[in-house]
């Protein structure tokens, strides 16, 4: 399974991304979906997670401002951020559990500029 995931880039300070992520097979049941995300020097942290029935978490530094969700359809994670701040400037990961492995992308990067 292949993780593609898109929709970084440079954003100012009070702006909005959205980020997409696409599984390339359906061939093992899926769990979750998760959106992480890996600051320069620090750990990888979870932004938000979804479960195939559609039961979001947030992390708290973003559960005001963010909205996760997925098409089991398109095989597909979406996450939305709005009043983005510099400190969410990270590399943004999605990862999907499924029930033979979890799998990841390749990372899209999001810079906030205050």
């Known amino acids: 399974v292949q993780l593609q995931a898109s929709g970084g880039g440079l954003v100012q300070a009070g702006g909005s991304l959205a980020l997409s992520c696409s599984a390339s097979?359906?061939?093992?049941?899926?769990?979750?979906w998760g959106w992480y995300r890996q600051a320069p020097g620090k750990q990888r942290e979870l932004v938000a997670s979804?479960?195939?029935?559609?039961?979001?978490t947030y992390a708290d530094s973003v559960k005001a401002r963010s909205t996760i969700s997925r098409d089991n359809a398109k095989n597909s994670v979406y996450l939305r951020l709005d009043a983005l701040k510099p400190e969410d400037t990270a590399v943004y990961y999605c990862n999907l559990v499924t029930d033979r492995d979890t799998y990841w992308g390749q990372g899209t990067q999001v810079t906030v500029s205050s």
């Open positions: 097979t359906t061939t093992y049941n899926r769990i979750a």
């Open positions: 979804i479960t195939s029935g559609g039961n979001p």
